[in-house]
């Protein structure tokens, strides 16, 4: 497992637990008690560190390797996930993954940034910083969504968008422009979740949603702090200044109502218990679902508008 700087006490104990696992009983030393206390003490010492974890530490679990991203949750999730490529303009860009599948047995449309888990998979998906044809194929499937009326999950995990010369030569702004609007423009449900890192506009352009979910220690910022402390101090090393101003964790965004619900993680974060995440996360979705289940088109469209006109009037007051 990779382990995170602030996670090497608990690492430490995690290691004297398996060590005395390798052992067997002998003379007056129990080892099964002495594995009880030892795991008493890990599970004590991991719920005093997450609960008061700094907007850095935050960053540093969003971005763990090992957390879940987007092809994990939807082999889980959705059932006869069927997925859909190309941007019928340009090409396939595998940062973006959608398609349709049945989740809880009603057909939706997922939608999700896909950062890889390892070497080959992370180049493969480009680190989920996708391209214009990203965009404009999430902007396609979204208008399918609405043509068949099914409704939309988007999951966001993504640093930002893909900053390349090539893909600024073939409309970077404008995709990423045309997917936001057509969150705000569709007649079905649009339910978003940060399930890890939400970058700039490449994170916006699928999470223009009725009802933003947010994971209890995934990110959300206009910037990384890494890009926000080269521009105020011109060196990426004040990245934790940058973190605790930018006001990127679920509690701060749950307070200034930029997204509408933190979801629970496991104790020690979604990499330690990706299956609890996921049934978290499961119950989670279905209660947004249902709440927007049955609203008019045109009243979905309109409180999406207002949705986000309100949080450029409330400010930071």
Not at 1 to 12: D, N
Not at 34 to 54: C, G, H
Not at 223 to 234: K, N
Not at 262 to 277: F, I, K, S, T, Y
Request: net charge negative; glycine share 8%.
């Amino acid at each position: 497992m990779h382990i995170l700087e602030f996670e090497k006490p608990i690492a430490e104990l995690e290691g004297k637990i398996e060590e005395l696992r390798h052992l067997s009983d002998g003379g007056d030393v129990n080892i099964a008690d002495e594995v009880s206390k030892l795991q008493a003490k890990v599970d004590k010492l991991l719920r005093s560190t997450y609960a008061k974890l700094t907007p850095w530490q935050k960053t540093q679990v969003a971005r763990h390797p090992e957390r879940p991203h987007t092809l994990a949750y939807i082999s889980t999730l959705i059932e006869d996930f069927t997925p859909l490529a190309g941007d019928r303009a340009f090409a396939e860009d595998e940062a973006i993954i959608g398609g349709l599948g049945r989740f809880r047995a009603a057909s939706v449309m997922i939608i999700g940034h896909e950062k890889g888990h390892d070497t080959e998979t992370r180049l493969k998906h480009n680190f989920g910083m996708a391209k214009p044809e990203g965009y404009r194929k999430a902007k396609r499937l979204m208008e399918m969504a609405d043509h068949f009326q099914v409704p939309i999950i988007t999951l966001v995990d993504t640093a930002g968008a893909y900053p390349g010369v090539d893909a600024e030569a073939r409309g970077q702004a404008e995709a990423i422009a045309r997917s936001i609007e057509t969150c705000l423009n569709v007649r079905v449900p649009l339910v978003s979740v940060i399930i890890g890192e939400g970058g700039s506009g490449g994170a916006i352009a699928l999470a223009t949603g009725n009802t933003v979910l947010m994971l209890e220690h995934a990110i959300y910022s206009v910037i990384s702090p890494e890009g926000c402390a080269s521009i105020l101090w011109r060196s990426a090393e004040n990245a934790k200044d940058a973190a605790e101003q930018l006001r990127l964790t679920a509690q701060d965004l749950h307070k200034l109502s930029i997204i509408d619900s933190v979801v629970p993680e496991p104790m020690g974060g979604a990499h330690r218990n990706p299956d609890l995440m996921m049934q978290t996360l499961s119950m989670a979705l279905d209660s947004a679902l249902r709440d927007l289940s049955g609203l008019d088109g045109g009243v979905l469209r309109a409180r999406r508008r207002e949705k986000f006109l309100e949080m450029g009037r409330a400010g930071l007051s």
